[in-house]
């Protein structure tokens, strides 16, 4: 009998890590998944990980769309992974500018322990997913570990969810 497998969180950036950046995204229908994004989100739902989106969405602060886009914005995400068998177990967002000074916003840690706290996961039971160094510096200041994606770091969203597995796989060897 095998032991079961720990609980893992796989918090995930959205512009520039599962969906093409466009630079303060304000319609639904501009939503296109980055390079591996699909395959990379079915390999971390097949290797049990709940998935859950942080994202900075300082466009609401600045003007240029409101609340209600945004959650239409995700609400097209989630139907299109739903097409896909894919699912979000939870969607947190930073409205806030730049120079707001908020806990939430990336490279703050607010939307990462939010997560975290929410859906009952500890820090040694998630990583971070994101293509920035803000991604990566939330990651540090929650006790997680980050993955990048982008130059000399993982390539794409698959290579990047291939590398969160074998974090847990190299935990469990250790």
Known sequence: MTAPAQPRLALLDRDGTIIIDRGYLADPSGIAFAPGALAGLRLLRDAGFTLALVT??????????????????????????????????????????????????????????????????????????????????????????????????????LDAAQRAIGHFARRRAA
């Open 56 to 157: 900075n969405q300082s466009g609401i602060a600045r003007g240029y769309f409101d609340e209600a886009t945004l959650a239409a914005i995700h609400r097209r995400l989630e139907a299109l992974l739903a097409a896909e068998g894919l699912h979000l177990g939870a969607v947190y967002h930073c409205p806030h500018g730049p120079d707001d000074g908020c806990a939430c916003r990336k490279p703050a840690p607010g939307l990462l322990t939010a997560a975290m706290r929410d859906l009952g996961f500890a820090p040694d039971e998630a990583v971070m997913i994101g293509d920035s160094c803000g991604d990566m510096a939330a990651a540090a200041a929650a006790g997680i570990e980050g993955i990048r994606i982008g130059p000399g770091a993982a390539p794409d969203f």
